[in-house]
């Protein structure tokens, strides 16, 4: 039977080419690496952006913090850098209905320069008018209006005057009223005298009276008429005046924006309404009005100007555009509002961009997580994307505004590649549950979490991490001092050929190092520096750990580190609270006795082990039956427990430990309490691989070397975590000297031996274990306990 191996310092950490980092250090063109490996996201990518066919947008996979945002958007901005610039959009008034305002769409740059024009066009308004009213041809023909109708009116008063002096009556005209008075003696006379007169006299005035307000009547019958007529004429002077003033500044326009159909139709819908406007607002009787040209600029502004929604600089390529708060207003504008005299109002001017405007005939990045979690967000995103044109639509009722006037704009056409970055979870979720999704997603972009390590890989890590520090404002970064970042990135990984994805991490451990590269007043980077820093993030973040160790060094918790003790084993945890990430050592124990109750899992009987755990623990159980019992029935009561544990427990790395517990509670032969193991098994007594080795090993190593290292201490691990060993050099240095030992095994007979110390035993030809042997002493424990119980049974 194989024997375990025991490892040399040179397999506990990886040997990264420091040829290979020099090489990159000096190297100009690692500066311009994008991305760290990745080519399969890379290829996508690629691909995404290339395909210029409808529903070819893009779902960045992976990790967060592995540099998914920074990669894809620095990767798309060099992609765009020579694609065609898209045109502006803005919105202007619609006279017929200005609920409904137009879309208007002009070559990149050139909204600027229309708003410019009509600004101008503004102030030429306020330059021209009331002014144009003051022409002397202007008053003059506004006078002659006034004289014609007065001549009407004297007229028609002189004919009912003549006949009054015939019938000796005097007629009085006075702030527009007509009266009449009898003439006696060739004056007229007063109501005094007029009461003293006879009553033949009286009533013959009278009746002469009454005729000269029916002839006046008759007289002014058509009045009304003439007042319209004249109104009527004035107005057509002052509108006359008002479009000749006009007219130039138009034409100007009009020629300028010859080349333009939707500029030159938008001018002649404007000019009768500017008509309207100038001689309301700008008339000659405003013009001694106190609130002059603000208010008045204001009116023009707000009916005449466009709302410049997206404008683009001229050669400026396509927007690349990332919303981090993708709410529905954010994605696809929104109409403000304002309060005028108790009543709220809005106009075509109050339309504000969303980030789909900003982004058309670009790229539009957004968090997916975030995004599917805003209401009505992901049903409108896919209805423009299909529909290839963007409506914004107010969600009024939801936002309590249900009496309110708003607006419906004209849509516009959109063309945007969108590239959503979620989580995997959520993508094989939408895949599963939203029927639309590939119809609208078709370029998977899968972000590895591991990076492998390659001559091309390294020198895109150095050359991303000399751009940092470069930007970081630092003269460089030392040979070993890169060495060690890449030394940590493996770390990560956990992995002695692969680099982690995780370069948020590197580039926190960067900053965190030019905090102590400052307090030495350098201006490079340097080894010192990045120890310093994980050091320090160390001695920050590991209060919790240095507590678990000192209840062990005080007793508190039960961890021997020397001696042999049956049915207990040294097992190996890893916590993670918060950003920190710990091992240490788990007393495991098992007790053995006659019954048939099976192994009992005390862990998952109190509700402490989790589903993995207990899977791990009733595999035991296979294994025994099929290592064992194939002679007789598997009979037996156990108990296996994780000793001062009071919290969840989660994980099948223990199942090993566990197994070696079982065995020597059931053998009754000691196991070495120096060495703690760590490994999950299956029912064939093959030890798997587990996760946090380096935490679990050094977690261990820090309580032997506290108490003492004796040469006989160590930890037994799984041979597939060769691999992912990454250990301090500390350890590798206790290693080296012979003071610390690790050992790699694939089966249980293997660890059991080394535990144990004692021959595991291979089964013979005819079915038997060598005699003493572990596996022996097992078959013949378990076969009297079977005895027992099944003869208590007959009895």
Known sequence: MQKAVELNALQLTAKPSRRLINQALSDEQALSATFIGQHRAREALNFGLG????????????????????????????????????????????????REPFTLRLPAGESRKLSADLNSLVDELLDTFPAAFDNPGYQRKKANIKRQFEQRYEKAIAEVEVFAQRNSVALYEENGTISFSPIVNGKPITDEEFATASEQQRQQFYEIIVQLEEKLSEQLLELPQWKRETSEQGRALTRETAEQGIKPLLKELEHKYSGDLGILKFLRQLKPHLIETVIEVLGEENKDEKSEDFDRRTVLEEQYLPNILVSHELNGGAPVVYEPNPTYQNLFGRVEYTNVQGSV????????????????????????????????????????????????????HDIGMVNSVTLNPQSIPVKVKVV??????????????????????????????????????????????????QEMGLKGISAKAMYRLVEYSLRLAEHQHRLSARFADVIELLHEAQYFCTQQHSDELDVTHIEAALAAK????????????????????????????????????????????????????????????????????VELGRSIHSKGVMLLTGYLGHKYAQLFPLTLSANIAIEQSYGQIDGDSASLAELVALLSALTLVPVKQGLAVTGSINQYGQVQSIGGVNEKIEGFFKLCAHRGLTGEQGVVIPKSNEVNLMLDKEVIQAVKAGHFHIYSVETVDQAAEILMGREAGALSPRARFPKGSINSLAVNRLSQIASIVNGADED
């Open 51 to 98: 395909i210029d066919a409808k529903g070819y947008n893009l779902y960045v996979m992976g990790e967060v913090a592995t540099g998914r945002f920074t990669l894809v958007h620095e990767y798309i901005a060099k992609h765009v850098n020579s694609a065609p610039t898209p045109d502006d959009w803005c919105y202007i008034n619609n006279f017929d209905d200005e």
């Open 345 to 396: 109002f809005t106009n075509y001017r109050m339309i504000r961009p969303g980030a789909l405007h900003k982004a058309n005939g670009g790229y539009l990045l957004l968090d997916a997580d975030k995004m599917i979690q805003q209401p009505y967000v992901w049903e409108a995103l896919k209805l423009v994307l299909k529909r290839g044109e963007l409506k914004m639509d107010i969600q009024q």
């Open 420 to 469: 959503l970055l979620g989580s995997r979870d959520l993508y094989y979720t939408l895949q599963e549950y939203e029927d639309e999704f590939h119809e609208l997603f078709r370029v998977l972009v899968d972000f590895d979490h591991e990076i492998p390590l390659d001559k091309d890989t390294l020198y895109d890590f150095v050359g991303r991490v000399r751009c940092h520090v």
């Open 538 to 605: 160390t001695q920050r973040s590991g209060r919790i750990s240095q507590a678990l160790l000192d209840d062990i060094k005080e007793g508190q918790i039960l961890i021997e580190t020397d001696g042999d003790a049956v049915g207990k084993v040294n097992g190996l945890t890893v916590l993670e609270i918060g950003d920190s990430l710990f091992g240490t050592p788990a007393r495991i124990t098992s007790t053995v006795y006659v019954g048939a109750n099976g192994v009992v899992d005390i862990e998952r009987e």
